[in-house]
């Protein structure tokens, strides 16, 4: 009922920056939050950075100074600026939404997963 589509990720080299992209559609009443987690080879998924829908955001402490989530509520969609990219930062970013679908009901979306790959 919920559809999650990512873009924006990639291979970058250390220092450099990427945007990441969610898009969220479907029987879509409202949306609470919306957020980006990422999980590294043998880790677990973790998050990295969520906003509400009145605009309050949380970080990763691993991100803060780096990183800025952004939203535009009309499109449903959901941004991640990364700058300055560490090897660290490779991993696979999942998209997550939160929300309430027309028929009342809540919900929580997760996206396919895009790969970021940051080279030293």
């Known amino acids: 009922q919920v559809q999650l589509v990512e873009s924006g990720g990639g291979l970058v080299q250390a220092g450099g920056s990427l945007r990441l992209s969610c898009a969220a559609s479907g029987s879509i009443f409202s949306i609470t939050a919306m957020g980006w987690y990422r999980q590294a080879p043998g880790k677990q998924r973790k998050l990295v950075a969520r906003?509400?829908?009145?605009?309050?955001?949380n970080y990763a402490d691993s991100v803060k100074g780096r990183g800025t989530i952004a939203r535009d509520n009309a499109k449903n969609t959901v941004y991640l600026q990364m700058n300055s990219l560490k090897p660290e930062d490779t991993a696979v970013y999942y998209c997550?939404?939160?929300?309430?679908?027309?028929?009342?009901?809540?919900?929580?979306?997760w996206g396919q997963g895009t790969q970021v790959t940051v080279a030293s």
């Open positions: 997550n939404v939160d929300g309430v679908l027309f028929d009342g009901s809540d919900f929580t979306s």
């Open positions: 906003i509400t829908s009145g605009g309050s955001t």
